[in-house]
């Protein structure tokens, strides 16, 4: 396999310019903290390739949707993610002429992206036209530890003149998405402010009157210290610059140190954020870059304490696996519960929406695994207060008395998809949602939740199935018309065996949950409807194919033409990109894990042959042209032992961004399916499981590893596991007593205990 | 039932004028001549609420496709029907005030389209903000005789004033479509050329190229005859005009005429058009207006005497009927095989593509039975000449050896639509082209069409049912996958009974002619091909309801909700405007004929009891929200003796514009759906039927009509049908013998023979 860059432990490195990778190396090198992004676009002006793109997490536009032929339900406005002031720039002139990497000779170049410590740093050498040569070094991080702080050290050193150089640290909120649907500019002005010690943007966006802040505070010094330079001020609309000029000698290293403070109106009220932004950079700038970079470092230390895996004998698995966890963790810290995990996070602009089922079927169990509970609480109360948007969604599509259905694509809990055989029927998100309270409580233990929150949200859910299944005369029981399942290579089918299994599982936990909820809510649920809920949990339509154990995907599919992925020649792959779409519909070939999807969510409910028929059914059929599915195969190869399979797919996924197999990477990363990746070794290679009653590890290793070592929390006992070719070792790293059972036998370990097994 | 405008057998009139219904009535008094036509703007200026549109029958442009998501296989353009150079305008001023309805007051109003002559008049008064008041009398016409003039007679009288009167008579090409996707101006001058006799503006469009010639000639003459005035010329871009300055006595009668003529390289050499035009306006003007006219009158004469049908008893039935016939033959004449019937014919730029399936299933029976054999082959000739096309299409889509799926919509025999569910899979109207050349011949008796250009056709369609047909191991049967059926309220559907009905027609009908046509193509069909068409016939899977005759739609169908229409709330329907798309895809409510429209296709491979039994299924189900749907229905409710049926159904059709029960004439007509209420006239009330061997009439009659009469032509012999309460009278107006079963009594009548039964 071709890697794009450097395989380092810890780090990305990209040690020459290539402006034709400019745009995959912006997205993969990308920085957030959760609450913004940044793509690693030059601070310093470029005229080459590029995607510029600085998102603040929950800032969003509705953009009007295009669309050919409207269907009635479609939403108005797709929300976009959306493009916010240009934070990093730092024009760079020497005697009058401008600097840019499209246009001077490059002598040297070097990119790093530091994952162990969250920081993004260049050194290059670049020969202008007259023959000056000059070194510049970047460093600039969006602090993990004050969300609402960013800072640049931008250093130049000149190689063989003295000359004078004028430094412009400015603020650029004229910007636009690449991909409006209608070429519209997306901000107004509300104010803004320059001096020579700070400069701030406000802006609103038009129509959601989303208001952010953007301040900066640079400083310009030399090995000696500050330098006291005058300082030219300008702006105009949405724009403010600080410049400064000065002679620099030959030989000498000049700094440039650029705070900023980004505070929007999701996390603060609008009316404060002027000042909020403008103390905060004055703030930061007081305490210094290094104190700044030191308290960032630390929260990464913590991150990583208990999220890392270490892989030892493969070290594209071990940056891989990092690169994952990285960028999980910098689009998403559960610290704001309007936030979620955009399938780009803060990347690119592309899809729009920031939040999907992948959120609850992907990266919930990464995080309840990986990080304080209440991280992945946010995700949950996120839904929580969505139900009321998903009630009036469920009645624009005629259901009624509360049912509830959760968009395909959201921002603020309304609907922004649309393509009707998704928008309209992907329902089985609903499930997801649904699922991940149940997995929420049974990685907990918290049962409190589960009646605050948790059952709300399950009735509105179990009310639209009710719903949504009919009656059937001819097949005596209760069928699901219309839907669209996982595998997206299906539309409007009938009965998908995924879709009426989870269904079915939502209506029997919400019944066997309002047992336990009781009186609680004043959710008024008619013996009536808790009767229909019995009748359809008993009489509900699985397909099946006769004289085996396997689910049938759907009604009819085997009818389709029976053919393998093997079959298919190299040429027509991937077949989204060569083939009609009827072509794919009509062929039996799967994009993600569908049938597969059920028995591993549901695994316990399934005996070994069963799943085992059913991954041998399904695997040969499946083209996983989505990111998200070959985790969740590679998950099943490892429970049925199938170790070579399991690793082919877990390096399916583990570098998937990393050597952009898909060539799309220069669009943003696909975070969501890096959680999927996490899932194939914990779950997978791992084997880990926590069921309603029980931890489980059943671990494999691949040949090629010789140990990976992670931890994971349990009811918030933390435990590591460190599996090698010979043995496994199981510590406990909490306080009170931990059951486990490592390869189906039952160990209690006391705090700090360890078995090796 | 509300009438829109005043009944009239011949005339539809309008006496007031009413702002609100300006853009209905531009849609319903159109005018054209089958080359171009032109909606009921003024011809002064008017700036209130109008949908100005001239269209050049063939000149489209290819407006960018805007979709939300791309599909792989979808057309990068949609052909839009273009609007074209403005050539009714007339400036009017009064001692320089101009008049303008929408701001002067309308002291009397009246509009009448006279579909007899084919004429477009308007007479009205006006009151000026300064009290003068004038009365106006305009007349225009799109010549039927010469298909290339138009010409207007424009007649001013002041009532109360003697005054300078200015007339501008112009041309303006600087147009744009209502609909345009991303707001283009589809034209480019070519040339213009203005002097006191004649004004021209050529203009192209961008990208398609197609040329446009359009020249005036104005003269201005009071009740003595011609005024030799001076004449003011003006010009600029794509724009020239005339402009006549005299002082008007009070009472005195003034007219303009404008002559027109319009020339296109749809017809003629680009290079010729200028001279053509030029050439073409000067002998209008010089034969006169009056000459023109006859000359026109006597050619829609023609075209009534062959066409008419003749309702006593129900004014109302009877202007419908006229209406229908009317607008039918103003959009297509068959003079010219790149032309074809849009949708909207010339009186609206909706939809975009000149051809549908519906003229194959709808308008082609039209003008078999009521035209000149010659016309009918003009629309199958059409898609002879597109053959290649529909080959390329097929490819695109993964088909190969030639086969061909015609599209769903085009203007030059590629797809222009972008629904995947439509573009891809509603893929019956293959079935609708090859019927259509079967219908032909058993019209015409010419099998030699069917050789020459019939088989390979018939050949292609063959070959791409052949490969879209999949074997299905579990059902032991050819089945066919993913497809929309005529009924587009369900998608993506397995089996559509419909869809594998034609499909296998067709294949059988092609083994069934091969034999016939032998060896005079040059087309290789191997044996292997053969054997694989006959094994296929041989197989087909067609759904059916067990322990009865009915066809089920599709797989599945007995899974819905069992309903009938007359369950849905009224404030419901349409469910297309009140019901999501997924609720109307998994509801049981059809759109429009499907089971039925293949009983009603192939109806003579049933018997009636199957007829009915199917009827009774499917009508109750069915909300007919398509306008080609009543029709079907409503033959074979006649068929079944199902007068009052019938007649209801017949009803929904035939006034649907002209009362405008959908609310959307303002868009323009359904002018394909107007051959389906002749049909269900011809083919529902009188049961004409024309199969391979015979003529077959079943008339039944309403109890509101005393008598209907109208003429069809079978192997271009007419025969006069006339039906009353008691009786049926047919005559042979023909030449040779005719034999004719009347209630299934064979009889046989010599030529100008009648019997009355």
């Not at 959760?34 to 998102?55: H, I, K, M, V, W």
């Not at 998405?177 to 001096?195: K, L, Q, T």
């Amino acid at each position: 396999m071709y890697n794009l860059f450097e395989i380092d432990e810890w780090k990305i490195i990209e040690r020459s310019f290539d402006p034709l990778k400019q745009k995959q190396a912006e997205s993969i090198f990308s920085i957030g903290n959760g609450c913004f992004g940044q793509r690693a676009n030059f601070e310093e002006t470029f005229s080459g390739d590029s995607l510029p793109g600085s998102y603040v997490g929950g800032v969003y536009y509705p953009d009007k949707t295009r669309v050919g032929w409207w269907k009635n339900g479609y939403p108005e406005y797709f929300a976009k993610v959306l493009n916010a002031c240009n934070w990093i720039g730092i024009n760079v002139e020497i005697e009058g002429v401008q600097i840019d990497l499209a246009t001077s000779q490059v002598l040297s170049f070097y990119r790093e992206l530091n994952m162990k410590e969250g920081t993004l740093k260049r050194l290059f050498k670049l020969r202008l036209a007259d023959g000056k040569e000059l070194e510049i070094e970047s460093l600039r991080f969006c602090s993990m530890h004050n969300e609402d702080v960013a800072a640049i050290s931008y250093s130049l050193t000149p190689i063989n003149f003295s000359g004078i150089v004028r430094l412009t640290s400015y603020l650029n909120g004229r910007v636009t998405n690449h991909d409006a649907n209608y070429d519209e500019f997306f901000w107004d002005e509300v104010s803004r402010d320059i001096n020579s010690s700070v400069g701030m943007v406000c802006a609103k966006t038009k129509k959601t009157d989303f208001y952010v802040a953007t301040a900066m505070c640079s400083s310009f010094s030399d090995q000696n210290g500050l330098l006291d330079l005058e300082v030219k001020l300008n702006e105009c609309e949405l724009y403010v610059e600080n410049s400064f000029g000065h002679a620099l000698n030959q030989g000498e290293k000049y700094t440039l140190h650029k705070y900023i403070s980004i505070a929007s109106s999701v996390k603060y009220p609008s009316s404060e954020l002027v000042d909020k932004s403008i103390s905060c950079v004055k703030n930061s700038a007081s305490l210094g870059f290094d104190a700044l970079l030191h308290n960032h470092i630390g929260a990464w230390e913590r991150i990583w304490d208990a999220a890392d895996i270490v892989i030892d004998g493969d070290s594209a698995a071990q940056q891989g696996i990092r690169f994952n966890i990285f960028h999980l963790y910098q689009t998403y810290t559960g610290k704001n519960a309007k936030l979620n995990i955009g399938p780009k996070g803060f990347t690119g602009e592309k899809y729009g929406g920031a939040t999907y089922w992948d959120t609850e079927a992907y990266c919930l169990p990464f995080y309840l695994k990986t990080a304080d509970p209440q991280i992945a609480r946010q995700l949950l109360i996120y839904r929580y207060h969505h139900l009321d948007k998903a009630i009036e969604n469920a009645e624009k599509l005629g259901f009624k008395n509360g049912a509830a259905l959760y968009p395909m694509v959201t921002m603020n809990g309304e609907e922004c998809h649309n393509e009707w055989e998704i928008t309209f029927e992907e329902i089985h998100r609903n499930g997801a949602i649904a699922f991940g309270i149940y997995n929420y409580v049974r990685h907990t233990g918290n049962r409190d939740y589960l009646k605050k929150y948790g059952f709300p949200v399950i009735l509105g859910i179990a009310r639209f199935w009710s719903q949504r299944f009919n009656w059937s005369d001819s097949k005596k029981a209760y069928v699901m018309l219309g839907v669209t399942g996982p595998n997206e290579y299906e539309n409007n089918v009938n009965n998908n065996w995924y879709t009426n299994y989870i269904a079915r599982w939502c209506i029997e936990y919400c019944l066997e949950i309002k047992e336990e909820v009781g009186e609680v809510h004043d959710l008024i649920i008619s013996e009536e409807e808790l009767a229909t809920f019995r009748n359809i949990v008993k009489n509900v339509y699985l397909p099946e194919l006769e004289g085996t154990n396997i689910f049938l995907q759907q009604d009819g599919f085997m009818d389709k033409e029976q053919l393998s992925a093997s079959d298919l020649p190299l040429n027509e792959r991937p077949i989204n990109q060569h083939w009609s779409w009827d072509r794919i519909l009509r062929s039996i070939f799967i994009k993600q894990a569908d049938v597969l999807q059920g028995l591993y969510l549901f695994e316990e409910h399934f005996d070994l042959e069963t799943i085992r028929e059913n991954f041998d059914f399904y695997e040969p059929k499946t083209v996983h042209e989505s990111s998200l599915s070959p985790c969740v195969h590679a998950i099943l190869a490892a429970k049925l032992g199938k170790v070579d399979k399991a690793y082919e797919l877990y390096l399916r996924t583990s570098r998937l961004d990393l050597d952009d197999y898909n060539h799309e990477a220069d669009e943003g990363l696909h975070i969501t399916s890096m959680a999927g990746t996490w899932m194939s070794l914990v779950e997978g290679m791992a084997g880990v499981r926590i069921t309603e009653s029980s931890l489980n590890v059943n671990p494999i290793i691949p040949k090629s590893w010789s140990c990976y070592t992670f931890q994971i929390r349990y009811q918030n006992n933390p435990l590591l596991i460190a599996v090698t070719q010979t043995n496994t070792e199981l510590k406990n790293l909490g306080d009170s007593d931990l059951s486990v059972y490592l390869n189906e036998q039952l160990y209690t370990l006391k705090a700090n205990e360890s078995i090796t097994v």
